[in-house]
Structure formats: structure tokens, C-alpha cells
């Protein structure tokens, strides 16, 4: 159970950090507001820097399920605790983003635009073309599996060492391949916050998009298989 908690905590450390810059960029009248893209991807890279280091001695710093099935496939980790690693990072990424609300909830109030109050919670293509917005997840998410599969320590994962190389990749992923859909690049960072955007009582919130829902979980998986037997083929 310490690795279930491990992975629950790391992966809200991400969500509280990421989703919270974004509703930080977003909602109206906060301190941050209109700050930028280049604040949000900085802001996502420390929560995940920040998971990554509380839980790695523990778990191995998973917190993506895209990362857990990679490990997998590339024989790095068991395959019996690959549910108890995905429960704990869906309810971990649900859990970071009810605190982003309880935090931002007067901005939440004040903010008229619903596509800004689920923007904070999920992520949204700029322009929809779902096999096109599948392509980009996959992309992003071979490069980020690729980078932990060459760092991940044997029958683990990433030890706390490994905080800031992860941070780095996920802050140039971020800048160079998150303008088209956001870059989710992790099912549960995206479908446990649009679950919890579904349950909040949100004035004026409007629809969780679940049209939209399947692909920033469907690709990021699909580009970890991808990394992850590349990883095996050409790694002696």
C-alpha cells in the first residue's frame, strides 16, 4: 500500500501544480491571469518535478499510466501491480484537481467562459481534427516514454534523481509539442480531472467534452507501446 499512496500523492502533486497554473493563466481575476503559455508549461514541469521527487523512492515515480504500461512492456517493472499503480494515479490526478477548485473556487465563481473553467481541468485541441490531436499525443508521449525508459532504474522505475531530467523533458515537450491539444501525454492527468470538472458543483460550467475524452487517453497509451518496442529493439 505505500507504493499505492506513493503513486496517489505524486500524481496529485502534479495535477495541484499543473492545474492549478492553468487556472492561475485562466480565470478571471486571479493574480496570474493572461500569464501565458510559457507559464503553464513551467508551471506543469515543477508539479511534475515535485511528484516525481515524493515519490520515487517509494514507487518509482510512475504517475502516468502511459509510463507504468511502458515499464511493462520493456520488462522493468511487474506487471501484477499495473492496476495498483493506474487506481492510484486516476484517484491521485482526481484528488490533485478538486484542490485546484477548493483553491480557485471565488475565480471559478467569477469566471464567465466555460470553456476556461474545463480548459483548467482537461485538456482542449485548438483545433479539432480527433486523428490528427491522437497523432500529437502519440508523438509527445513516445518522446516522454523513450527519455524515462533510458533512466529508469531496473525493476523500478525513476529514483529521485531523476526529478529534474524528467521536469526538463516535460518542459520541452510542453513548449514544442503542446500547442495543438495541450499535451496530456498522461491518461490520468487528463481523465481524472475532466471526471472531477463532471462532479463540481461549477456555476456556468458547461459540458465535460466527453466526445474528446477518449483521445488524450487512447494516444498517450498507444505512444508508450510505440517507445516502449523501440526500447526493446534497439536497446542491447
Not at 485562466?26 to 510559457?38: D, V
Not at 501491480?81 to 492510484?88: D, G
Not at 526529478?163 to 515537450?173: E, F, K, N, Q
Request: aromatic share 12%.
Amino acid at each position: 500500500m505505500n507504493q499505492f499512496f506513493a503513486e496517489f500523492f505524486g500524481t496529485a502533486m502534479i495535477l495541484v501544480l499543473g492545474c492549478g497554473v492553468v487556472a492561475n493563466v485562466l480565470l478571471s481575476k486571479t493574480k496570474g491571469n493572461n500569464g501565458g503559455w510559457i507559464v503553464i508549461t513551467f508551471g506543469w514541469a515543477v508539479g511534475v518535478f515535485t511528484g516525481v521527487l515524493i515519490s520515487a523512492p517509494v514507487s518509482g515515480a510512475h504517475l502516468n499510466p502511459a509510463v507504468t504500461l511502458a515499464l511493462v512492456i520493456a520488462h522493468k517493472f511487474s506487471p501484477s501491480l499495473l492496476p495498483l499503480y493506474w487506481i492510484a494515479q486516476l484517484l491521485g490526478a482526481m484528488f490533485g484537481a478538486g484542490l485546484v477548485w477548493l483553491a480557485y473556487k471565488k475565480h471559478f465563481d467569477a469566471t464567465p467562459d466555460p470553456v476556461s473553467k474545463l480548459a483548467v481541468f482537461s485538456t482542449i485541441p485548438n483545433i479539432r481534427s480527433y486523428w490528427h490531436n491522437i497523432i500529437t499525443e502519440v508523438i509527445g508521449t513516445y518522446v516522454l516514454i523513450l527519455a524515462v525508459l533510458y533512466m529508469a532504474e531496473p525493476e523500478v522505475g525513476l529514483g529521485a534523481l531523476n526529478a529534474l531530467p524528467v521536469a526538463i523533458v516535460i518542459l520541452g515537450i510542453g513548449l514544442s509539442l503542446g500547442g495543438p491539444t495541450g499535451y496530456a501525454i498522461n491518461p490520468a492527468r487528463d481523465l481524472g480531472p475532466r471526471i472531477m470538472h463532471f462532479l463540481l458543483p461549477i456555476p456556468g460550467k458547461g459540458g465535460s467534452d466527453w466526445k474528446y475524452s477518449w483521445v488524450p487517453v487512447v494516444g498517450p497509451l498507444i505512444g508508450a507501446v510505440l517507445a516502449a518496442v523501440m526500447f526493446i529493439l534497439f536497446t542491447p
